[in-house]
Nanobody, 123 residues
Framework: QVQLVESGGGLVQAGGSLRLSCAAS????????MGWFRQAPTKEREFVAT????????YYADSVKGRFTISRDNAKNTVDLQMNSLKPEDTGVYYC????????????????WGQGTQVTVSS
């Protein structure tokens, strides 16, 4: 069982930055592929970014490519999402998720989820 806890959300103006962090715990928690997803009001959950177990491969949604960066520190059991040049359409609840290999952007393939952290970007 893997437990995930997100932090770092908040209110920011358009053009600003936020850094989300996901703390993972549980046996072999950092042997998992990790992903970030988000859900805006009245919309379905969507893929944001994912990273392989050793951090060698990352994938991003087209909407965040060039603005967001996913990274992980297996020594600290954390996965971060650095979000720059934020836009109002980035508003939503951001979730951290984990799954065994292989890497995927499909949310239903992820086995473990955090409780989410709210990000609000004002215009």
């Amino acid at each position: 069982q893997v437990q995930l806890v997100e932090s770092g959300g908040g209110l920011v103006q358009a053009g600003g930055s936020l850094r989300l962090s996901c703390a993972a715990s549980g046996p072999t928690s950092m042997h998992y592929v990790m992903g970030w997803f988000r859900q805006a009001p009245t919309k379905e959950r969507e893929f944001v970014a994912t990273i392989t177990r050793l951090g060698g491969t990352t994938y991003y949604a087209d909407s965040v490519k060039g603005r967001f960066t996913i990274s992980r520190d297996n020594a600290k059991n954390t996965v971060d999402l650095q979000m720059n040049s934020l836009k109002p359409e980035d508003t939503g609840v951001y979730y951290c998720a984990a799954r065994p290999y292989p890497i995927t952007y499909v949310s239903s393939d992820y086995n473990y989820w955090g409780q989410g952290t709210q990000v609000t970007v004002s215009s």
